[in-house]
């Protein structure tokens, strides 16, 4: 005659009671628990049974061992995530499987398997943001310049070693009033192939190349006459042309190719005494014209590796 049969819920309720009483590490037999839901201990033992083995994914002491080894492990998901990290977009872009390839993960596997085991990591395929894409070559750099009145450069001259002191090898040079140093004010704007004259460039360029539908970006230094107050003329002028521009960081003069510019009129001015206004309005304006096309576009190109620079040299001054 067959022995009773036990319902379902109550089965449950045996072996999970089990479950806790081993989970909490408190002493039992299994016969006392058998006794408590009015079972015969060949009954409970056949339930306990029958639950180890047909529902495996409900015992925690148990190691899967159904199915397929999987064939990206854990350490492969690192090596994935630490290429996204590290490369970052373009990286991110490729196909799983080229991904896998460029992490190093040496294992034939299918997209669709990586794509399963990268959403344990919070990985998928989404659509990526985008932004407005600006590079060194849409971007004017501006920048204003001082230049004072002062004497000729100092001169290398035939001498003998140990005759500097000698009268005849001796440079008189003036040194300019303080007030005088900072007597002409330039202003100007570089890029790819572009060089304004020494002016105002908001009207006689920018304002042009805005009506003309240009697509630019301004660059500029934090100085008060570049508008970042709230209240201020030039700023009103920006925001009445919609004009996209930046500030540079402060105190970054190895950031923007224009202060490299300023080198080349400074160079030439040192060449002649300038004791006069018209004297050093002409001779910047000549030292100006000495700066090529080609040099501002070297430097322009420069952009990406000034930038690597500063990185590595976590924000000090560059060779720039």
Not at 81 to 110: H, S
Not at 188 to 203: M, N, Q, T, V, W
Request: aromatic share 10%; charged share 30%.
């Amino acid at each position: 005659m067959p022995g009773k049969q036990h319902n379902t819920p109550k089965k449950a309720r045996i072996r999970g009671a089990y479950e806790f009483l081993r989970a909490k590490g408190l002493s039992f037999h299994k016969t006392e628990l058998f006794d408590f839901f009015h079972i015969s201990q060949r009954s409970g033992n056949r339930i306990l049974a029958a639950g180890s083995s047909r529902r495996r994914h409900n015992n925690p002491d148990l190691q899967e061992t159904r199915g397929r080894p999987s064939k990206l492990s854990e350490g492969d998901l690192d090596k994935l995530e630490r290429l996204y990290d590290e490369e970052g977009f373009e990286a991110k872009a490729l196909p799983w499987t080229a991904a896998a390839i460029e992490a190093g993960i040496e294992t034939e596997i299918t997209d669709q398997t990586i794509r399963s085991r990268a959403a344990s990591r919070g990985l998928y395929k989404r659509l990526a943001a985008e932004v407005a894409f600006t590079t060194a070559y849409n971007v004017i750099f501006s920048d204003e310049c001082h230049f004072g009145y002062g004497d000729e450069g100092r001169y290398y001259i035939a001498r003998k070693r140990g005759t500097r002191s000698d009268p005849l090898n001796i440079q008189e040079r003036l040194q300019p009033e303080e007030g005088d140093k900072k007597r002409l004010h330039g202003w100007a704007g570089i890029g790819y192939e572009f060089k304004s004259p020494l002016k105002d460039i908001l009207e006689s360029y920018v304002k042009r190349w805005i009506e003309e539908g240009r697509s630019f970006v301004l660059e500029e230094d934090g100085d008060s006459g570049h508008g970042p107050g709230k209240s201020n003329p030039v700023r009103t002028w920006k925001e009445e042309y919609s004009l996209e521009s930046f500030f540079n960081c402060p105190r970054s003069p190895d950031l923007p190719p224009i202060e490299n510019c300023w080198l080349v009129p400074k160079a030439y001015i040192r060449k002649y005494p300038h004791w006069d206004l018209d004297t050093l309005h002409d001779l910047v304006e000549e030292g100006w014209e000495q700066l090529s096309q080609s040099t501002i576009n070297r430097w322009v190109e420069s952009m990406p590796q000034r930038l690597r620079d500063v990185i590595k040299m976590e924000g000090k001054m560059t060779n720039w």
